[in-house]
């Protein structure tokens, strides 16, 4: 089955097409980025701007395009908390869906940390034992802990690196230090309560960030390049990463676009960013975590990919290609967590057509196929899978 997962986040809307094959990783076929900048474009009243809303529509379009030049066979395309806790929600999914014909739909935070712990699983395998997981966006932080495949403890918090500038620090530079210590409080009180729902949770053998503001975290404390691939070891230190929010604070956002690792996009949010990182390190007691390159996409991808191997289990796994030649057979009834067990990057063959039509019938309650002329931008016929949980 190719599937494409569509992610419209607080900085940018983020494609990932691949291929799910019983037994195997996804596949990456192809992936495309558009820059939305909501996180900047929304005010402290939470009412995102309209030159913002006609990002996203181009961006989705282009999107749309996208996946159906890779003949996807169905795509699940939704907006985290950037536009799920917007004022003006209603009028940015209907503005989207009328111009596009694609139905924007949203998760909880909740389910965006258990879908990104499934990720950060997947990558690190059960020899990760009991793992703890925290994940920075724009709106929300999500937290996350378990030793099996599903956590057992799934948290989101609205300590968003975008959120916490907007309402806790000011426009100007530098940022006075009275300000950090004030949004370091503030962030301390969140976390700490959160902290009592972590008690009862056995000692974390690995810690782990994802997405970018962890990702650049790291690069900015010494993390090796993204071109040195997603196979080298990166970590953010604890206290590296204090000595750096003074400076952070000293500086504009050109000049922190000017820093290793900090892209121009996410400057603005870079100090909010450190300081909720570096708090909620501090909080958990954890001084160095392991930055994980599969987050809340990659989670998605391999629920789905669950979902169809257990449509198919306890039979034969056929794990031919697109031109049905066979790639190997795969014992019955593997599960996804078993199959990543080793995997430490994403290989794996895609789905023979009759896997993909096991899965198209299994959520055939849920895909929605376009009408053809749907949409004032594009043609409108990809079947999209609204997010049920």
Same mark, same amino acid.
């Given at each position: ?197 972590? !008690?009862? @949770? ?9 997405? *970018?503001?962890? +990702?650049?975290? =790291? &690069? #900015?404390? %010494? ?14 230190? !604890?206290? @590296? ?9 000293? *500086?504009?956002? +050109?000049?922190? =676009? &000017? #820093?290793? %690792? ?27 975590? *392991? ?5 809340? &996409? ?92």
């Amino acid at each position: 089955m190719r599937l494409g997962v569509l992610d419209v986040g607080s900085q940018s809307a983020h494609l990932c097409i691949a291929d799910l094959a019983p037994g195997c990783p996804p596949e990456p076929v192809t992936s495309f980025k558009r820059p939305v900048r909501l996180a900047e474009a929304t005010d402290r009243h939470g009412v995102i701007e309209p030159e913002a809303i006609k990002r996203v529509v181009a961006a989705v379009t282009e999107a749309a395009a996208v996946a159906e030049a890779h003949g996807i066979d169905a795509m699940v395309p939704f907006a985290t908390s950037a536009i799920r806790d917007a004022a003006n929600r209603p009028a940015v999914l209907a503005e989207v869906e009328g111009a596009t014909g694609v139905r924007l739909t949203f998760m909880t935070g909740e389910e965006e940390a258990r879908l990104t712990y499934l990720a950060a699983r997947g990558w690190y395998g059960w020899s990760a034992g009991e793992m703890l997981l925290l994940d920075i966006g724009g709106g929300s932080m999500e937290i996350a802990c378990g030793s099996r495949a599903e956590p057992a403890v799934a948290l989101s918090v609205p300590l968003g690196a975008g959120r916490l500038t907007r309402h806790h620090l000011p426009d100007t530079t530098p940022v006075r230090k009275r300000d950090v210590k004030a949004l370091r409080q503030f962030v301390r009180s969140v976390i700490s309560e959160t902290v009592e729902e972590l !008690r009862d @949770r056995p000692e974390p053998l690995t810690r782990v960030g994802t997405s *970018r503001t962890f +990702a650049q975290l =790291a &690069r #900015l404390t %010494g993390a090796p390049k993204a071109k040195a691939g997603p196979y080298a070891e990166r970590v953010l230190d !604890r206290q @590296r990463l204090r000595a750096w929010v003074p400076r952070l604070a000293a *500086r504009s956002d +050109a000049e922190r =676009a &000017r #820093l290793r %690792g900090i892209s121009a996009a996410r400057a603005h949010q870079a100090l909010a960013g450190a300081v909720v990182a570096e708090t909620a390190m501090e909080v958990l007691g954890i001084e160095r975590l *392991r930055v994980c390159p599969w987050a809340l &996409r990659e989670g998605v991808l391999l629920d789905r990919l669950r979902a169809l191997e257990a449509d198919l289990a306890p039979g034969r796994v056929d794990r031919r290609d697109r031109s049905g030649e066979e790639r190997g057979g795969a014992d019955p009834g593997v599960t996804t967590a078993s199959a990543n067990v080793s995997a430490g990057a994403p290989v794996g063959a895609p789905a023979s057509a009759s896997a993909v039509a096991s899965a198209n019938a299994s959520a055939s309650a849920s895909v929605r196929a376009l009408p053809a002329g749907r949409g004032r931008h594009g043609p409108g016929r990809l079947h999209t899978v609204p997010w049920t949980g």
